[in-house]
């Protein structure tokens, strides 16, 4: 496959390919300096968009696609047929094993498809249900059942626990041997062993391609590592200027004997946690133990809150207080609400909606707000954004305002399940390290989750850990410690 002068724009985002030639014996990865213009080179690799010109030159006629803009759409089909005011049950939309099929696949195929993604346990989980990593793992099942001669994968390791990381790692190597592979990534050692070349991205074009052993030693990852350190500084110094007396109430959080069970399962139970002021906790466990279901806990997002004993910030659930009662005191940044924010609001309106924790802006944001908006802008270097619609920005854009969003308005506490979901290299390593001086300087309390040994902060010493039981119908062991 080759292209040649190939140009496209679409919403806020630039994409041109002067000459880059993908040979039949090549695996290639793909590391952009910025996300904005990935998500878009996969839609156009894949054939979900037409570019505005230039030519693809021999293109496999069959190809697989993985990708978080993939995901978002399905999630879109999934909710326009929700059946739920019809039914006497919550429709948890279409099951793992009926989407897979749908993709095109057999029954003797479906059942390998199951087993090679590890789904075999979930193929009768509504797609609503799943988590971050579970649905990555559909996606990845949906792409293989088209039998793709070329198969191409966007952030692919992103949400998925250690365990399965390596799973995917073994499957992917296994995929190399019959069909050819393109992998974006904004992490330098997400690139497995049998990727040969490597293209290199700035912000809207084709800048390098080279072989694998070539970028291994390119001296620009230590250059963006200290470009995005100089970014974080700036950050963290807007937050502290505009930090707020601490008038909570400690403990911030209290849970006793906390349980959380579903029909066919308990999730966990026996849950005693308290969030003493000052306190950063990180939640470790796999994939579908129960992380998010926690944290869905203190938000108030989840209907089994109010049936535990849970204090959040002086205010007991079940005790009169509305949700948004407590919201107002909480950042989150999480795949779910990035899911759920599909209103096409301009990105000074997303971060504007960070005071008043609403998906959408539907009151005047205050001319101070508004100030402070645009400042945040500029810090995430998308001031000539500010009228652009939310869903015609990449999904790294997304990713950067909602955690703008989360920041602006100096939550008591900030929820973070694995905020880095989306980002370019620069951008992850700007967020990381801003979140590693905010936790240290306390300019909130941060709740993280992150699957990525790496993406440890060094200023979280509290722990959760989620341990699986020896009989899986009994849930997962919560165990809290402090370093």
């Known amino acids: 496959m080759r292209i040649k002068q190939l140009k496209h724009h679409t919403g806020a985002v630039d994409l041109r390919i002067d000459d880059w030639e993908l040979l039949p014996n090549q695996h290639w990865g793909v590391f952009s300096t910025h996300s904005h ?3 878009l080179l996969v839609a156009v690799l894949a054939g979900l968009e037409q570019p505005d010109a230039g030519d693809i030159e021999s293109k496999p006629e069959h190809i697989g696609c993985v990708s978080l803009h993939e995901q978002q759409k399905l999630l879109d089909i999934e909710l326009a047929n929700d059946d739920t005011d019809f039914m006497d049950r919550i429709d948890y939309g279409s099951t793992v094993e009926a989407l897979i099929k749908d993709a095109g696949c057999t ?48 952030e692919p390791y992103t949400g998925l626990d250690i365990a399965h990381r390596a799973t995917l790692s073994e499957l992917l190597n296994e995929l190399s041997q019959t069909m050819r592979l393109v992998i974006v990534t904004s992490r330098e050692d997400e690139l497995p062993e049998f990727i040969t070349h490597i293209a290199l991205f700035d912000e809207s074009s084709l800048s390098q391609t080279m072989t694998r052993n070539d970028w291994l030693n390119h001296p620009l ?46 999730i966990f ?109 500029e810090l995430l270097e998308m ?12 999904y790294g854009r997304q990713r950067l305002l909602l955690i703008g969003r989360a920041l602006i308005k100096q939550p008591a506490l900030l929820i973070l399940d694995e905020p880095y979901q989306g980002l370019d290299f620069i951008n992850r390593k700007l967020v990381y390290h801003a979140l590693n001086r905010i936790a240290s300087a306390n300019l909130t309390q941060l709740l993280y989750v992150t699957h ?32």
């Not at 470009?227 to 007396?245: C, D, N, T």
């Not at 001031?383 to 990449?394: I, N, Q, T, V």
């Not at 040994?453 to 410690?481: R, T």
Request: glycine share 8%; proline share 3%; aromatic share 8%.
């Open 107 to 154: 029954d003797e195929e479906l059942e390998s498809l199951l087993e090679k993604t590890d789904l075999v346990a979930l193929r009768q989980r509504g797609f609503r249900q799943l988590s971050t990593g579970e649905t990555r793992r559909l996606m990845l099942a949906r792409a293989l059942a088209t039998q793709p001669e070329l198969l191409i994968l966007d």
């Open 383 to 394: 001031e000539g954004l500010a009228k652009a619609g939310f869903r015609s920005l990449d």
């Open 37 to 39: 213009g990935s998500s």
């Open 221 to 266: 990852l230590e250059q963006m590592r200290a470009l995005s350190e100089s970014r974080s500084e700036a950050l963290v110094e807007l937050m502290a200027s505009e930090q707020k007396e601490d008038q909570y109430p400690n403990p911030r959080v209290i849970m006793n004997d906390v349980s959380v069970e579903y029909v066919d399962a308990n």
């Open 452 to 483: 990525y040994e790496e993406d440890a902060l060094s200023s979280i010493h509290h722990f959760v850990d989620f341990v699986a039981n020896d009989d899986p119908a009994e849930g997962y062991q919560v165990k809290i410690y402090q370093d």
């Open 269 to 377: 139970s026996g849950v005693n946690w308290k969030i003493e002021a000052g306190q950063h906790w990180q939640v470790r466990g796999p994939n579908g133990c129960g992380k998010s279901t926690l944290l869905g806990l203190i938000m108030g997002d989840h209907p089994q809150c109010y049936s535990n004993d849970i204090t959040v910030l002086g205010m007991k659930r079940g005790g009169g207080e509305t949700i948004w009662d407590v919201k107002k005191h909480i950042g989150v940044v999480s795949s779910s609400l990035h899911l759920q924010y599909r209103v096409n609001c301009s990105a000074l309106d997303v971060l504007c909606s960070g005071f008043y924790d609403s998906i959408g802006l539907y009151q005047q944001p205050s001319a101070k707000e508004i100030k402070l908006a645009r400042y945040w802008l």
